[in-house]
């Protein structure tokens, strides 16, 4: 044994019971934790004198009195929530039945209306074709005097609606201004119509 030692013959490794003591110390911690009494011995004499019941109440007795105004109060706000919602409902439903009988009147209004509308249409078509006819059945030499003043756009209307032997025999009693500027007229009333 001369130099020193083997190398079966080690020392002990420092450090081993340091990690035993960590290792203890964590148990322990563990221990107290679950066992609940952490929170005694970490509690303030503040804490604990707040959570201390007062004389002649137990702790469950104020926890269930604090929860019970609680759930009243929010119950008497939902229920007055639920009043006004009942209400905002009712003042929509009156009015949306304006809002359907005021549709249903228009409608109705709108309906007359076109009937109105139709009726003057036609009235106003019978008359232009009436007046037509009874200028169509002019003598000629008389039709054309009255053409002759009339505006060249009004003139164009009824001797489009003529029959188109009545129309030039109107149209040669015309000067040869006027029946140009008609003519003109009526071959560019249907210009803007699409061509097939």
Sequence with gaps: MARGRQRGDRAPRRGRGTLAVIGALLLASAALRLAGGIDRVLASPATAAEEQPGPGQAPDDIDAAALLEAL???????????????????????AETQIDARMTALVEAEEKLR?????????????????TDVYARMKPKNAAALFEEMAPEFAAGFLGRMKPEAAAAILAGLTPEKAYTISVLLAGRNADAPKP
């Excluded at 119950?75 to 009712?90: D, G, V």
């Excluded at 009937?115 to 249409?121: E, G, K, N, P, Y």
């Design 72 to 94: 009243d109060a929010r119950e008497s706000r939902l229920a007055e929530r639920e009043r006004e919602m009942q209400l905002r409902m009712q003042a929509l439903k009156v």
């Design 115 to 131: 009937a109105t509308l139709d009726i003057a249409r036609s009235a106003a078509e019978n008359d232009l074709a009436q007046l």
